[in-house]
């Protein structure tokens, strides 16, 4: 089966959406906190990986249905290939970098995939600059 480009972008910003716990600091503080275990996983799966905005972005997705359960899949392998490198890498990362921006830019991004969500024409990186920016930001401010 052959997605079209507009399908795959769909599932990219369905993939952001699922992984901006990985990014804005939501899983590490899962981590540090001991809630993050193979006890919690359908905790953090449904309410902090997927949340209502991916099953309603997956559900609204135009297509067939084997193409959304494509899209759905791959979506959710990059999200959790995210969460599991937030949730090695993170607690590490936490020290070196300023948590209460990387909340700001997490929080502005996922406001802005909600409005590319609603049909509000973005452009389709900008949640991950908006992020990226953050982490930039997160670290100068804690190094100075």
Do not use: H, W
């Amino acid at each position: 089966m052959k997605l079209k480009p507009q399908k795959i972008g769909k599932a990219g910003q369905l993939a952001m959406l699922m992984s901006m716990p990985a990014l804005d600091g939501n899983i590490v503080l899962l981590v540090l906190g001991g809630l993050f275990s193979l006890q919690n996983v359908m905790l953090i799966g449904l309410t902090v990986m997927s949340g209502p905005g991916a099953f309603i972005q997956s559900a609204t997705l135009d297509a067939t249905t084997k193409e959304r359960i494509l899209v759905s899949v791959v979506a959710g392998l990059i999200a959790t290939a995210a969460v599991i490198l937030s949730a090695t890498l993170g607690p590490k990362l936490f020290e070196l970098i300023d948590i209460n921006i990387m909340k700001f830019a997490g929080g502005i991004a996922v406001c802005l995939i909600g409005l590319m969500i609603a049909g509000v024409k973005l452009p389709s990186m900008i949640p991950l600059v908006i992020v990226l920016t953050g982490l930039i930001l997160a670290f100068v401010s804690k190094t100075y």
